[in-house]
């Protein structure tokens, strides 16, 4: 065998190398875990910040990675062709075309790629440096590439710029969130409770909000000691006032405060000044999101908020638990009274009280019941009946069974919800 054989051969299987290195690179890297490279740079992985630097100029990076690619596939494919050509004639370029091809897809294409993404991490900081020096070397080239798509794109009317955002970084999360529960690689609650977080930004306090029909009142207009037995004997600790009209809140009295007056006046309840100790009710209007609302209670450091409408008319109240219950899901403590509304039944049904969120329901048997045009599981019958159903009636809607159980004057107070069977 000649020198110039060996070398010949030598030459070709270098550019082989290259040429899965570079494919195994290009995987890698864009195979990677931004967020793992980051916390890796962050702990002060000098390979980790270069990958990180190569993947802040993906567009170069990948111009350069193909180009170089393509450069070696070439070479090592003229130098195998000449190769053969001088040993078997004519007959050396189909030789040439088989064996390159048979080489090049197996041990520079598909090997090192499918070692790339099954160790994406690995790869990505080993060849980083290698990857750093291409792309340097051959940016001027990589311009050059790039001027000349730029100029052939705008000959067909297509803008530089001109980008679609097909998937929202919100939405990939959400994905991929999705992608790691279905796979038994997150539990539901937790994977409830990052989704939860995401609809903070699109969920109104309208959606978890208290109506006023189940909010508890206090009428500021009976005697202060009775007033005062009312705040001791509840649950909770913030109770609205109204005075002529439910719907007239003129403050909201804390249990705290009621207790320290209490004190004060040596035990009189009849001796207490309501008004004096009562705070300011904070009114905010329906449409405000649970982002905003949040803020604004660690703005106030208040916990406590009534909800109108466009009119100003009262609608409900919500507090910083309702918010955190969007996230956690149901937070009870020694005082709450234990209230879920939602009651499996043995034939696969569900009995449902007509105020249960769609949202909530959801989220504990993991449905999907559309929430835009109704809050609770008694408003979408409503609004897709049209009428206010008696009890008895039944609809479908939604691949699910709605059957009214109960219904108070003109409210559906209880429902048996059944999944129907996809076709």
Do not use: C
Request: aromatic share 6%; glycine share 6%; no cysteine.
């Amino acid at each position: 065998m000649s020198i110039d054989l060996v070398i010949a051969v030598v030459a070709i299987l270098i550019l082989l190398f290259l040429s899965g290195l570079f494919s195994g690179s290009e995987t890698a890297l864009t195979a990677a875990s931004r967020p793992r490279i980051s916390h890796l740079e962050k702990q002060g992985n000098h390979r980790a910040k270069a990958v990180i630097r190569l993947l802040e100029a993906r567009e170069r990076l990948i111009g350069s990675i193909l180009l170089g690619n393509n450069l070696v596939n070439i070479l090592a494919s003229a130098l195998a062709t000449s190769l053969l050509i001088s040993e078997f004639g004519d007959a050396g370029v189909a030789y040439a075309t088989v064996l390159m091809t048979a080489l090049i897809l197996i041990f520079s294409e598909v090997l090192p790629k499918t070692y790339a993404l099954r160790h994406p991490i690995r790869t990505s900081l080993r060849v980083a440096r290698f990857v750093g020096v291409t792309v340097t070397i051959l940016t001027p080239l990589v311009v050059a590439v790039e001027w000349v798509v730029v100029l052939t794109l705008r000959l067909f009317g297509a803008e530089r710029g001109a980008q679609a955002l097909l998937v929202s970084p919100q939405e990939e999360l959400r994905s991929a969130i999705q992608l790691h529960t279905d796979e038994g690689g997150m539990v539901k609650h937790e994977s409830d409770m990052l989704h939860g977080i995401f609809d903070l930004s699109k969920t109104s306090v309208e959606d978890v909000m208290i109506h006023r029909s189940n909010m508890t009142v206090i009428d500021a207009g009976q005697p202060s000691e009775l007033v005062v037995n009312e705040v001791l004997s509840s649950p909770y600790t913030r109770l609205p006032i109204w005075r002529d009209d439910p719907e007239n809140i003129v403050g909201v009295l804390h249990a705290k405060d009621v207790l320290r007056e209490l004190v004060a006046v040596g035990g009189n309840g009849s001796a207490i000044d309501l008004q004096k100790i009562a705070t300011e009710p904070w009114f905010i209007p329906e449409t405000t999101t649970l982002v905003e609302q949040m803020a604004a209670f660690r703005a106030r450091r208040q916990h406590f908020a009534l909800v109108v409408d466009e009119y100003g008319a009262l609608m409900g109240m919500v507090t910083l638990e309702d918010i955190l219950e969007e996230i956690v899901g149901p937070i009870a403590d020694e005082y709450d009274v234990s209230h879920r509304g939602i009651r499996a039944q043995p034939d696969g049904s569900v009995i449902v009280e007509g105020g249960v969120t769609i949202r909530d329901l959801n989220r504990d048997l993991g449905w999907s019941l559309p929430d835009e045009e109704a809050v609770t599981v008694a408003g979408i019958v409503i609004h897709e009946s049209q009428s206010i159903p008696d009890v008895g009636q039944v609809f479908q809607y939604y691949n699910t069974r709605f059957e009214i159980v109960r219904r108070k004057r003109n409210q559906i107070s209880l429902l048996r919800l059944t999944p129907l069977k996809k076709a």
